[in-house]
């Protein structure tokens, strides 16, 4: 069960849906049953206050933070013909003030108290959430609650907001990949609202008035149609009590939701997206039933035998072969019937080849039985991905107001696995020969030539000689303590026990990265990362997934600015055999040279797409203009010819020369013993040798006077893209924090970019500011995507800050916020395990002080207003700074068939 949503942040879904889920909506989560080896969290207690808002809680006093959602009953679907938009506008101007709180001061109000607001609007509903530390609870009770049912709606704010709602449509048109999802929707859904966009069109927004938006609220925002949920260290008894005195409102008869229903589809239907873009991409739907589906268990099981893990049957038949450079499957089943999505990338030139290959790998499902193996290795990833999801309590309240909401039954993943559990080879070849017939397809492509997909006469010849025709009838505050050790060979061991849940997560690496790379070999280490699980001296690639997947694991390698190496994620009873593998991967990987061919085809089209992606266009431009000599100026990626120019010798020369056992890090969080850890590091590891790697000296790069500029002109593009900035700290800078604080008081919600770019001046969709430190120095960046006529004036808003905040000492109350906001993001990213071990790799490679590095609240919180603006003026130059500017200025059109 996918299901999708549009919101203000992106979330990362699974990679079966990543085409979809990256482009169009903002959150993926599966909503699968408990397995025997889950520990549940606890009951969820149900309390109907006297104005017929339910509140549902779940204690969990493992935590240390609280997340409050309110769920309401209205999306996208909802709008009336015309007013397109308006539940995502609404969601944006719940934001924007009340009797109580002004413009920026309910954001403001929860990052002071080290939390996280945000909301995001989907087709069925829309939900607003709060993160923050358990102890200010009754603060994020009283925004939300005074937000929900008091905001202002100011006219002037409207309109402001309707001109930042009207760039993130701009920014929507210049995607490609979100273009060719939202003609995915339109094509397949031609009568249920479902078809629509849910952020609208530039013209409906437009068109929405005062008087639409405060009918809209006394239509859907009363408390028989919301749902509260509490997670977290929490009493639900204070929860209550809370609700009753703060949700005052009373209940209202309202609109009711009007129940649409799809027409059945009895014939093709096609798409085709042109754009300037690579790698192409290959879509193919077919219509299926809705979350209560009884089938639902069976679709999701297709889903994961064709795709969920790497050795699931596209990668393996597809991708591995060179077919095409990635795909997917999966089954969206919201609260109205849904669709069942295939999807590729593949070259410009294999178009017609990959469509061919998804569709042979749904005829296999159709006439050959699915192994019990197979059956078994899917169902068993479906069902320990709960122990995963479980892990933050974002999404234990996702699941619990999903179904409180959609299904009123919050039991419903009870039944859900009772069927699933019951599906056998005999239910899968039945549910693909009923779903998967020629005249329910919609195929579409996203090309760069009008003429690479295939016609209409084409496909359907191909769907026809494929595919059976239609058969269907009409705690925790306290911190773990760090283990820290270093084995006779040089090798560091880190281990953090934390045992509420069999989980385990492990990194280990060496300093690498784009910091060790030249002109000729820029992107290697990138490229190495991809080959590390691609085959060792031990096993074959087929062999490593068929392992990983058997124990519903994920291994994988890393690369970055700074670093290389692998990381994984496990259930704690498989501790042994994770090692094994992790020590095969980092040391033993053997790089096939077909593997190699493979990815460098791969990374060369995802450079290309890259120019797609405006935002890390414009980075990547700002750092080539920064950096002078520093290989920091280099892409992560490398370029098309570095990358077509690398061998295996190559390869295996830096992989050799880095991974030495004296420069390598191992961190290990979780269901562990460290007794245990440290014989089997040292079983799988004590046997390497070698000194740590000697990169010999680096460019030392030297800051500038005056304005260097790097114009790049994208007239296919309706945004222009602004970076400003300068050099930065190295990780070990002793005023890193102070310009950490600093930034925080000009970033987020809250912040003054925020507040003056986007708020007053309605200049951009987004505008950020962010602090990368690097084992070098490092940079300081300022960003935001506008209308081109106002590049200039979004130019001078970024100086005027700088100025600002170099000249005048910051206030207690902006400085306690930015303080608060710090050290609550802290704690709230420190739900999973991968992160804790993180808090500790990372320093101890990069020769931090690892009892410095984890205090990071009594640092922050020593951060004066004298520190924060000697920083400014330290790192912040109003006169002298790097700009980049990719210059946009025109439109891209979709055409329909």
Do not use: C
């Not at 990668?315 to 999966?330: F, H, N």
């Amino acid at each position: 069960m996918k299901l999708l949503s549009q919101g203000k942040a992106l979330q990362i879904p699974t990679v079966t849906a990543v085409l979809l889920m990256l482009t169009i909506m903002a959150l993926s989560l599966v909503i699968v049953p408990g397995v025997s080896a889950f520990v549940d969290r606890g009951e969820i207690i149900t309390r109907i206050l006297p104005n017929g808002l339910e509140v549902l809680v779940r204690e969990d006093p493992a935590q240390s933070v609280v997340e409050l959602q309110i769920w309401v009953g209205v999306g996208s679907r909802d709008e009336p013909v015309g007013q397109e938009g308006i539940a995502h506008l609404f969601e944006h101007m719940l934001f924007k003030g009340t009797d109580k709180r002004g413009v920026g001061e309910i954001a403001a109000a929860i990052e002071s108290a080290g939390g996280d607001i945000n909301a995001y609007t989907s087709m069925d509903q829309t939900v607003y959430h709060i993160t923050i530390a358990a102890d200010y609870f009754l603060t994020a009770m009283d925004v939300i609650s005074d937000a929900i049912q008091n905001s202002s709606f100011d006219k002037d704010e409207l309109e402001r907001e309707k001109l930042v709602v009207i760039e993130e449509i701009h920014r929507g048109q210049d995607n490609p990949v979100r273009a060719f999802s939202e003609e995915l929707f339109r094509t397949a859904f031609t009568v249920h609202p479902y078809g629509r966009q849910i952020i609208g069109t530039e013209e409906s927004v437009a068109g929405i008035s005062r008087r639409d938006m405060v009918k809209f609220f006394k239509n859907w925002y009363r408390p028989g149609n919301m749902k509260l949920v509490v997670v977290g260290r929490v009493r639900a008894e204070e929860v209550s009590e809370a609700a009753n005195s703060l949700f005052t409102f009373p209940d209202a008869q309202g609109a009711d939701r009007q129940e649409v229903v799809e027409p059945a589809q009895t014939s093709l239907r096609t798409f085709r997206v042109q754009r300037d873009t690579d790698p192409a991409r290959i879509t193919l739907a077919f219509p299926v039933g809705s979350l209560t589906d009884p089938e639902t268990p069976v679709y999701d099981l297709l889903a994961a035998i064709l795709s969920q893990g790497n050795s699931s049957r596209l990668p393996i038949s597809l991708r591995d072969k060179g077919i095409v450079l990635s795909a997917w499957a999966y089954a969206y089943t919201p609260r109205d019937p849904g669709i069942f999505v295939f999807g590729a990338t593949v070259g410009q030139d294999k178009v017609k080849g990959g469509l061919e290959g998804i569709l042979e790998q749904i005829a296999l499902l159709q006439n050959e039985p699915v192994s019990r193996e197979e059956i078994d290795r899917a169902r068993n990833q479906i069902l320990n991905e709960r122990i995963f999801d479980r892990e933050r309590v974002e999404g234990q309240a996702r699941e619990i107001g999903y179904l409180a909401l959609n299904l009123g039954d919050t039991t419903f993943s009870d039944v859900y696995l009772s069927r699933i559990q019951a599906v056998d080879a005999t239910d899968l070849m039945a549910a693909a020969r009923r779903i998967f017939s020629p005249e329910r397809a919609t195929v579409g492509f996203l090309t760069r030539e009008e003429d690479a997909p295939p016609s209409d006469e084409m496909i359907e010849e191909l769907l026809i000689g494929s595919l059976y025709p239609d058969m269907s009838e009409a705690d925790s505050a306290q911190r773990p303590l760090v283990f820290r050790s270093r084995l006779p060979n040089g090798i560091t061991l880190l281990v953090r026990e934390d045992h509420r849940l069999p989980l385990v997560a492990i990194r280990m690496g060496v300093l690498g990265g784009v910091r060790f790379e030249n002109v000729d070999n820029q992107g290697a280490f990138n490229l190495l990362a991809h080959l590390l699980t691609r085959g060792t001296r031990k096993m074959s690639a087929a062999e490593m997934a068929l392992a990983l997947d058997g124990m519903s694991a994920s291994l994988g390698g890393f690369s970055g600015r700074n670093s290389f190496g692998a990381v994984g994620r496990f259930l704690s009873r498989d501790i042994d055999e994770a090692l094994y593998l992790m020590r095969q991967v980092l040391t033993d990987a053997v790089l096939p040279e077909d593997e190699l061919e493979l990815y460098k085809e791969r990374i060369i089209n995802a450079i290309r797409a890259r120019k797609d992606d405006m935002t890390m266009f414009a980075l990547d431009t700002f750092r080539a203009a920064l950096f002078q000599d520093h290989p920091y100026r280099f892409s992560t990626l490398g370029t098309e010819e570095s990358v077509r120019s690398m061998t295996r010798d190559d390869l295996l020369e830096i992989y050799r020369n880095v991974v030495r056992p004296e420069g390598i890090v191992i961190s290990v969080a979780g269901d562990v013993q460290v007794a245990d850890i440290y014989r089997l590091v040292e079983k799988y590891f004590g046997d390497l040798n070698g000194a740590r790697y000697d990169p010999g000296p680096l460019p030392i790069e030297m800051s500038r006077s005056g304005i260097h500029s790097q114009r790049v002109e994208r007239d296919d593009k309706a945004q222009t893209h602004v970076v400003l900035g300068y050099l930065g700290p190295t990780v070990n800078s002793p005023d890193r924090d102070s310009l950490d604080v600093l930034n925080a008081i000009l970033a987020g919600q809250g912040g003054r970019l925020f507040a003056e770019l986007r708020d007053r001046r309605s200049l951009a969709y987004s505008v950020f500011s962010f602090v990368a430190p690097g084992v070098d120095p490092g940079y300081v960046a300022f960003g935001i995507g506008v209308s081109p006529e106002r590049e200039k004036e979004a130019v001078e808003g970024f100086l005027e800050q700088i100025r600002l905040i170099r000249d005048e000492p910051v206030s207690v109350e902006e400085l306690e916020r930015a303080k608060k906001y710090l050290i609550g993001s802290h704690m709230i990213g420190l739900q999973d395990l991968r992160s804790r071990g993180d808090e500790v790799f990372f320093p101890e490679l990069y020769g931090r002080d690892l009892e410095s590095a984890l205090q990071f609240a009594q640092r922050i919180g020593s951060v004066t207003a004298d520190q924060v603006q000697g920083a400014a003026r330290k790192y912040l130059d109003p006169e002298n700074y790097t700009l980049a500017v990719v210059a946009g200025g025109g439109r891209a059109d979709t055409e329909t068939r």
